[in-house]
């Protein structure tokens, strides 16, 4: 069903170094688009590109050719402003050329600023936070309802999680058993505004989506293996649903972006983007 079944038959440390290599091109991408939009959020994009890398390159039963397919997994990027990593993805795997990537944020573009169903391979707009998981929710319980054989992905951020909209849609996913649906929350500990836990503190995430009925899991959100891994046993977790919280690094890749809140919503200039450059494909200054 999806051009990535190769490196399925590998194993999991081939696959692994596949995607890896996948990611860095992602990043790469990533950076570019928003040095030519002049705009754009490349702190949390970078965060989850190995996440999002991992799924259109191994993990979603998808396929560019046919968009729509009713029995295709699902995926939503709740984080709705990191959307330059999902957009490298899907040019990556086929959806639409490579060429639209430097149309970001332009008029008239089908890479907007925020995901929007003009692109193909994008199921709902997101990016007013906190709507992801419930989008989500709903998704999964068609899924159900009609007896369908297909995941639904929700990447929220921990920023976002904020939003009390977030837990009810969680409350009523473990009523409602849909095991069908996997969140995965990327905890980069870094928000627009500065550190998650001075702005709003959340705790221990897992262990509040664990009280809210769901079966949970951590993991080292840059570790190929370790996501592979994981979301093999949430896709075979039953009747209830599961979250992810892949502990990742903001601006993952480089330097002067890692760890730095101020680059939550920042382009970087001509001289910024060549270093970019060299330190994602490991070369030489």
Not at 58 to 74: E, Q
Not at 151 to 176: P, Q, T
């Amino acid at each position: 069903m999806t051009a990535a079944d190769a490196p399925r038959r590998r194993t999991l440390d081939e696959r692994a170094a596949f995607l890896a290599e996948k990611a860095r091109e992602v990043r790469s991408r990533v950076i570019d688009m928003i040095y030519k939009a002049k705009s754009g959020h490349p702190g949390g994009a970078l965060s989850a590109a190995d996440i999002v890398t991992a799924l259109y390159f191994d993990i979603l039963r998808v396929d560019p050719a046919d968009p729509r397919r009713p029995d295709r997994d699902r995926f939503l990027l709740s984080k709705g402003h990191a959307c330059p990593v999902l957009y490298a993805c899907l040019a990556m795997r086929g959806y639409f050329g490579l060429e639209h990537l430097d149309t970001l944020r332009q008029f008239g573009s089908i890479l907007q600023g925020h995901p929007i169903p003009k692109t193909p391979g994008i199921d709902m707009t997101t990016g007013s936070l906190g709507h992801g998981l419930s989008i989500g929710l709903g998704m999964a319980l068609e899924g159900q309802l009609r007896k369908r054989d297909y995941h639904v992905f929700v990447l929220l951020g921990d920023g976002e999680i904020n939003e009390g909209l977030v837990w009810e849609a969680a409350m009523a996913a473990a009523k409602y058993k849909t095991d069908r649906l996997i969140a995965i929350v990327d905890r980069n500990r870094l928000q627009m505004d500065g550190c998650c836990d001075e702005v709003m503190p959340m705790g221990d995430i897992a262990a509040k989506f664990k009280a809210f009925g769901w079966k949970t899991f951590e993991i080292d959100g840059h570790d190929m293996a370790q996501i592979l891994r994981t979301v093999e046993k949430a896709r075979r977790v039953r009747g209830r649903p599961t979250c992810i919280v892949a502990n990742t690094v903001k601006g993952k890749g480089v330097s002067y972006m890692e760890d730095r809140f101020e680059w939550h919503g920042k382009c970087p200039n001509a001289d910024e983007l060549a270093c970019a450059m060299k330190e994602i494909w490991g070369e030489d200054s």
